[in-house]
């Protein structure tokens, strides 16, 4: 599964990141009976944080960005946590927090950005259940912050 992925990249123009560090008290992922958990993956653009609040001082369009931004470090967690991505059987559910105005409504469509990718390097496998939640304010002042559950082969 790796190499159809690493091609799929390529053919998108995207490049996995380096898997982030922790910037608090917890761990990237913990897998515990056939699910790998992982935490919150804040998204990054040529190794800038994307930062602010969708309906204020950001569009819809950089923050689909944002969530196909924190999708990939998703898999690049994914990768480290398992030493590749063959074991990676089901991508089972994505939690999307956005950044959001009062008044901003279109969270879904936020999220789409992470869950279309997702479905573009897993397939069937990629399709997800999830959750889009608009938030007052974000870790760092990030735009999107994105969690997961992937179903994995033992």
């Not at 936020?110 to 997702?118: C, D, I, R």
């Amino acid at each position: 599964m790796t190499d159809r992925i690493d091609t799929k990249l390529a053919e998108l123009g995207l490049a996995l990141p380096a898997a982030a560090a922790p910037v608090a008290a917890y761990v990237p992922t913990v897998e515990v009976g056939g699910l790998l958990h992982i935490s919150g993956q804040l998204p990054f653009d040529n190794g800038a944080l994307m930062t602010g609040r969708v309906g204020e001082d950001r569009d819809l369009a950089f923050a689909q960005k944002a969530a196909e931004r924190c999708a990939l470090m998703l898999v690049a967690q994914i990768k480290q946590a398992l030493g590749g991505l063959h074991r990676v059987e089901r991508i089972v559910k994505l939690g999307v927090f956005v950044n959001s105005a009062t008044d901003f409504t279109d969270q879904a469509k936020v999220a789409n950005g992470a869950s279309e990718l997702m479905v573009a390097l897993f397939g069937e496998a990629g399709k997800h259940a999830r959750s889009a939640v608009g938030v007052a304010v974000l870790p760092l002042g990030a735009v999107v912050e994105i969690d997961a559950i992937i179903q994995v082969a033992s």
